[in-house]
């Protein structure tokens, strides 16, 4: 077990994400997660914040290899892959405005667009594997919703549900019990039926986490891409307000399908940071 580690506290639109530079053996991951998530630290802002989540950055064996960060449950998260992107972006001199990056629970590369003055980095989302929906009878609710299967998460869209934990333990008592899906991570996307606005929740199976999250990139795409179906052929451009930030997701659809997804929005490192868990 690893005592001294050098950290950074990133900020992607209010979902604050503690990235580990120190390398970590996998098998750790969950023992420093959760002593992370349990501290205090200053983000780059000065104000005092707690992390929702954790990444791993792998060292690279050589230059050849590209820049590699995994979640703590292996999961995929676009906020933490816009974090690390702007990361990478970051090492060189001068800053880098675009770079490709791999990331847990995605199996091809992502690129992102960094601009560092102006604190955004957009990166391109993987995009939705299938899409399944489900009625307001089979999820006990006034509504039914789209459950958005993705590469390393999957994410139910509901509109016009409030958003509270009882709900949430009942649907992801219902994905993973009654419909016996096998997800490493799994989140409800609650959006208002009147606006773009949302709350996002999320689990995370392999670390045991339940967190209302600041922002989610990745369910942001889902409910941009589940919302785009309902549309005509084109580019959608959408913006979603959430607790702690905002977020701009890009859709594009061609002949009913999803053909390409971006997802944009503010982003700050903090200097590093070394703990001792």
Same mark, same amino acid.
């Given at each position: 077990?690893? @005592?001294?580690?050098?950290?950074?506290? &990133?900020?992607?639109?209010?979902?604050? %994400?503690?990235?580990?530079? %120190? +390398?970590?053996?996998? !098998?750790?991951?969950?023992?420093?997660?959760?002593?992370?998530?349990? *501290?205090?630290?200053?983000?780059?802002?000065?104000? $005092?914040? $707690?992390?929702?989540?954790?990444?791993?950055?792998?060292?690279?064996?050589?230059?050849?290899?590209?820049?590699?960060?995994?979640?703590?449950?292996?999961?995929?998260?676009?906020? &933490?892959?816009?974090?690390?992107?702007?990361?990478?972006?970051?090492?060189?001199? +001068?800053?880098?405005? /675009?770079?490709?990056?791999?990331?847990?629970?995605?199996?091809?590369?992502?690129?992102?667009?960094?601009?560092?003055?102006?604190?955004?980095?957009?990166?391109?989302?993987?995009?939705?594997?299938? =899409?399944?929906?489900?009625?307001?009878?089979?999820?006990?609710?006034? @509504?039914?919703?789209?459950?958005?299967?993705?590469?390393?998460?999957?994410?139910?869209?509901?509109?016009?549900?409030?958003?509270?934990?009882?709900?949430?333990?009942?649907? !992801?008592?219902?994905?993973?019990?009654?419909?016996?899906?096998?997800?490493?991570?799994?989140?409800? *996307? =609650?959006?208002? %039926?009147?606006? /773009?606005? *949302?709350?996002?929740?999320?689990?995370?199976?392999?670390?045991?986490?339940?967190?209302?999250?600041?922002?989610?990139?990745?369910?942001? %795409?889902?409910?941009?891409?589940?919302?785009?179906?309902?549309?005509?052929?084109?580019?959608?451009?959408?913006? =979603?307000?959430?607790?702690?930030? #905002?977020? @701009?997701? =890009?859709?594009?659809? !061609? !002949?009913? $399908?999803?053909?390409?997804?971006?997802?944009?929005?503010?982003?700050?490192?903090? +200097? #590093?940071?070394?703990?001792?868990?």
């Amino acid at each position: 077990m690893i @005592e001294n580690l050098d950290v950074m506290v &990133a900020n992607p639109a209010g979902n604050i %994400t503690i990235m580990v530079l %120190t +390398p970590v053996d996998r !098998k750790d991951y969950a023992q420093v997660t959760s002593a992370l998530l349990g *501290m205090t630290f200053t983000d780059a802002s000065g104000e $005092q914040v $707690q992390g929702e989540q954790v990444c791993f950055i792998l060292p690279r064996n050589n230059p050849s290899e590209l820049p590699a960060m995994e979640m703590s449950g292996l999961e995929f998260c676009g906020n &933490a892959s816009r974090s690390f992107a702007r990361y990478i972006a970051g090492l060189e001199n +001068p800053p880098l405005e /675009e770079v490709t990056v791999s990331v847990s629970g995605c199996a091809y590369p992502l690129t992102a667009s960094v601009d560092i003055p102006g604190e955004r980095s957009r990166i391109r989302m993987p995009l939705p594997d299938s =899409f399944t929906e489900y009625t307001a009878d089979e999820l006990q609710l006034h @509504e039914g919703g789209t459950l958005v299967n993705m590469d390393g998460i999957s994410h139910l869209v509901l509109r016009g549900i409030r958003a509270d934990r009882e709900t949430f333990d009942k649907l !992801k008592d219902f994905i993973y019990n009654e419909e016996g899906l096998d997800l490493p991570a799994f989140g409800v *996307m =609650f959006t208002e %039926t009147d606006s /773009e606005a *949302m709350t996002p929740v999320v689990y995370v199976r392999d670390v045991d986490t339940t967190y209302f999250e600041g922002s989610c990139a990745s369910g942001t %795409t889902a409910a941009a891409c589940a919302l785009a179906l309902r549309r005509e052929d084109g580019l959608h451009h959408m913006v =979603f307000r959430q607790p702690e930030g #905002v977020l @701009e997701a =890009f859709v594009t659809t !061609k !002949k009913g $399908q999803i053909v390409s997804a971006e997802l944009d929005g503010s982003i700050t490192l903090s +200097p #590093v940071i070394n703990v001792s868990v």
